[in-house]
C-alpha cells in the first residue's frame, strides 16, 4: 500500500531528526547566553525539577476503553507524583527510593521489571512507526528501526529530559492540529463522508455486511461490546504496568522533574487531554476505516483489511489514505513520527537514569561527580536507542505485532504496580511482601496466560496466545495475584517505615538551579488529599458510571446520539487542543521573554 515515496520516508524520519536535534543544540547555546543554564547531571535527568486499531475492531466501544483505560492510570499517578514530592524531593529515579528502603536484592529485582518495561514501550512505539512508515512509503522496515531512533539519540544527549519536554510540546501541538484536522475531513468537508449521519449510514451498512462478534445487534455503534470490555480490562491492567505509568520510570521522571507546585495540576489536566487523543483519533481514522471498505477509494478494495495489518496498527494510514490520498498519508506519517519520537525519547531518558543512578552511581561509582553522571547519560542513551532498533527487527522477524505486545505487556510488568505504589504511600509494606509480591505475581501471571491459551485453544503458539482471554486471563491474575501477595505477607509482620532516608536524600551537583522549589509540608498534605479525591472520583466516572450502565443496556446508538457523541469527541479535542498548545507558552512566557529579550541571567551579573 505504499503511496509515497521511499524519499518521503527517509526525508520525514532523518529530515525531522535533524531539525530537532539542530534546534536542542541552538536552544543550549540560547540558555547559557542568556538565561545562565549549565548542564548539570541534574539538569540532564531531572530537567531541574521545575493507535491502535480498536475503533475498526470493537465499533464506538474500542476508542472508549482505550481512551479510559489509559486515561486513568495518568489520574491515579497524580497520587504518585505528589507522594514522591513529599518523601524523596531530590530522587532522581523511583528506584532510589526502593533502595535505600529495602536494599540492594529488592532494588536489583525492581531494576529488571523497570528495564522490562522501557524495552516493551519502545519495541512497541518502533513496531508501530517503522510499520506505518514502511506501509506508505516502502522503506524497508530494519532501515525505519534504525533511523527513527537517532534522531531521537541525538537531541536527547543534548538537551536531556529538557529535550524531551520541549519536543514533547512541538510534537504534542502538531499532532493535536493533525488530529482535528482529520476530525474536520471525516465529518465536514470529505466526499466520501462528510457529516456523522453518513458515518452512521456506512457503519450501519457495515455492521449488515460484517458484524461484530459480541457486540449488540453485531454493531459498530454500541458499548455494548463484550470483546471491547475484555480490551478495557486487559488495556486497565497493562497501563498500569507500563504504557503509560506505574513501572515506568519517563513518568516518574517528569514527577520528579515537576515543581511541588505543578505536579498535581500537571497529571490531571494532562490526563484528561490525553483522554482526546485515542478517542476523537479512533473514532474518527478507525471508524472510517470501516466505513471506507466498501468504497473503491479504500487501499484493499474490494478486500478488506488484513487481520495482520489490523494488529500492525495500519487502519489509520489506510483510512487518511482512502480520504485524502498521498497528502492523507504524509499527514498520518508525520503524526505517527511525532507520537512514537516524544515518546521514544521519554523512554531513552527514562533508561538513561536508571543506568546512571542505578546502576552505575549505586553498584560502580558511588562517589562519581556530575560530569561522570552526565558522561555515562549520553553512553547510556547511543547504546539504548541502538540496541531497541535491533531488538524491533528481531521481534518482526519472528512475528511478534504491535498489537501482541500491547495486550502482553500487563502481564509483564503489572505484577510491579502494587509494591511500587506501595513503597511510596504504604509505611507497613515490608521487603519480603515487595519481592515475593512481584515475583509470585509474574509466575501467576504467565502461568495463567499460557494454561488459559491452552485450554481455551487446544495449543500454545504465537496466535492462539495473543487471543482476547488468554491475554485476560494473564493481566488479571499478574496484578491482582501480586497485590493479595504483597499486602498479605507484610501485614504478618509490618514494617513502619518513616522515610527519613529518602527524604535526606541530595542532588548530586551544588549548583542552585538543582534545589527543588521549597513547599512546605501543609502544602503538599492538602494536594495529597485533593489527588486521592479527583483521581478517584475521576476514574470511577470512567470506567464504572459512564461505560457500565451502556454496556448493560444493549443499547445501539440512534443518528441523533451518535451525532452527538462525535460532537462530544470535537468539542473534547478542541479544548485539549487549546490547553495543550497555549497553557505551556504562558507558563513559560518569563523564560521566552528573556530569551526574546536576550537578557543575561541574574547569576551573570
Not at 309 to 331: I, M, Q, R
Not at 376 to 381: D, G, K, R, Y
Request: with cysteine; glycine share 8%; aromatic share 12%.
Amino acid at each position: 500500500m505504499a503511496v509515497l515515496s521511499q524519499a518521503v520516508g527517509y526525508l520525514i524520519v532523518i529530515g525531522f531528526g535533524v531539525f530537532f536535534s539542530g534546534g536542542m543544540i541552538l536552544l543550549s547555546l540560547f540558555e547559557r547566553k542568556y538565561l545562565g543554564q549549565t548542564e548539570t547531571s541534574e539538569s540532564f535527568s531531572t530537567a531541574n525539577r521545575a493507535l491502535k486499531s480498536v475503533a475498526y475492531d470493537y465499533g464506538v466501544a474500542g476508542p472508549f476503553w482505550y481512551a479510559s483505560g489509559a486515561t486513568i492510570q495518568v489520574l491515579l499517578f497524580t497520587i504518585l507524583a505528589i507522594e514522591i514530592k513529599k518523601k524523596a524531593p531530590n530522587c532522581h529515579t523511583f528506584l532510589e527510593i526502593i533502595y535505600l528502603r529495602y536494599g540492594s536484592t529488592t532494588h536489583l529485582i525492581f531494576l529488571f521489571f523497570a528495564l522490562l518495561t522501557n524495552m516493551v514501550v519502545t519495541a512497541m512505539l518502533l513496531l508501530g512507526g517503522a510499520g506505518v512508515v514502511s506501509t506508505l512509503t516502502g522503506m524497508s522496515v530494519e532501515a525505519a528501526s534504525f533511523l527513527i531512533p537517532i534522531g531521537v539519540i541525538a537531541y536527547v544527549t543534548f538537551g536531556g529530559l529538557k529535550a524531551t519536554f520541549i519536543t514533547d510540546y512541538i510534537h504534542t501541538a502538531v499532532l493535536f492540529i493533525i488530529i482535528m484536522f482529520f476530525g474536520f475531513v471525516v465529518y465536514a468537508v470529505s466526499p466520501l463522508i462528510g457529516s456523522p449521519s453518513n458515518m452512521f449510514d456506512l457503519l450501519t451498512a457495515a455492521a449488515e455486511k460484517n458484524p461484530i462478534d459480541g457486540n449488540a445487534g453485531g454493531s459498530f455503534l454500541t458499548l455494548s461490546s463484550t470483546q471491547a470490555l475484555i480490551f478495557g480490562v486487559i488495556n486497565i491492567v497493562g497501563n498500569f504496568g507500563s504504557e503509560p505509568v506505574f513501572v515506568d520510570q519517563a513518568y516518574f521522571q517528569r514527577a520528579i522533574a515537576a515543581s511541588p507546585t505543578s505536579a498535581l495540576p500537571g497529571y490531571l489536566i494532562g490526563g484528561l487531554c490525553w483522554f482526546a487523543i485515542p478517542f476523537f483519533l479512533a473514532s474518527t481514522l478507525g471508524l472510517a476505516c470501516a466505513a471506507l471498505e466498501s468504497n473503491p477509494a479504500f487501499p484493499y478494495y474490494p478486500s478488506r483489511i488484513s487481520p495482520a495489518d489490523v494488529s500492525a496498527g495500519l487502519t489509520a494510514p489506510t483510512a487518511a489514505t482512502a480520504l485524502l490520498g498521498s497528502n492523507g498519508a504524509v499527514a498520518i506519517l508525520i503524526l505517527v513520527f511525532m507520537a512514537v519520537t516524544s515518546a521514544a525519547s521519554a523512554e531513552l531518558i527514562a533508561v538513561s537514569s536508571l543506568f546512571t543512578y542505578d546502576v552505575y552511581k549505586t553498584y560502580f561509582k558511588p562517589n562519581a561527580s556530575g560530569s561522570d553522571l552526565i558522561k555515562f547519560s549520553h553512553i547510556a542513551v547511543v547504546s539504548f536507542g541502538c540496541f531497541m532498533g535491533i531488538l524491533a527487527i528481531i521481534l518482526k522477524a519472528i512475528g511478534i505485532s504491535l498489537g501482541y505486545l500491547y495486550l502482553l505487556m500487563g502481564i509483564l510488568t503489572a505484577p510491579a504496580v502494587m509494591p511500587i505504589a506501595l513503597t511510596l504511600i504504604w509505611k507497613k509494606q515490608t521487603k519480603v511482601g515487595a519481592i515475593c509480591g512481584a515475583i509470585g505475581g509474574l509466575v501467576l501471571g504467565v502461568t495463567a496466560w499460557l494454561v488459559t491459551a491452552s485450554q481455551y485453544y487446544g495449543e500454545i503458539n504465537l496466535d492462539t496466545t495473543g487471543g482476547n482471554y488468554p491475554m485476560l486471563a494473564g493481566n488479571l491474575a499478574s496484578l491482582v495475584f501480586s497485590s493479595i501477595i504483597t499486602i498479605s505477607i507484610s501485614l504478618v509482620k509490618p514494617d513502619d517505615y518513616d522515610w527519613k532516608e529518602t527524604k535526606a536524600m541530595m542532588p548530586v551537583d551544588s549548583l542552585p538551579d538543582a534545589v527543588p522549589e521549597a513547599v512546605d509540608e501543609v502544602s503538599l498534605s492538602k494536594a495529597s488529599k485533593f489527588a486521592y479525591a479527583a483521581s478517584v472520583v475521576l476514574t470511577v466516572v470512567l470506567i464504572l458510571l459512564w461505560p457500565i450502565p451502556m454496556y448493560l443496556s444493549n443499547y445501539v446508538f440512534t443518528k441523533g446520539f451518535f451525532t452527538g457523541w462525535i460532537a462530544f469527541g470535537f468539542l473534547w479535542a478542541a479544548i485539549a487542543a487549546v490547553t495543550v498548545i497555549f497553557l505551556p507558552l504562558i507558563e513559560a512566557r518569563q523564560m521566552l521573554l528573556q530569551l526574546l529579550a536576550g537578557k543575561k541571567a541574574a547569576a551573570e551579573k
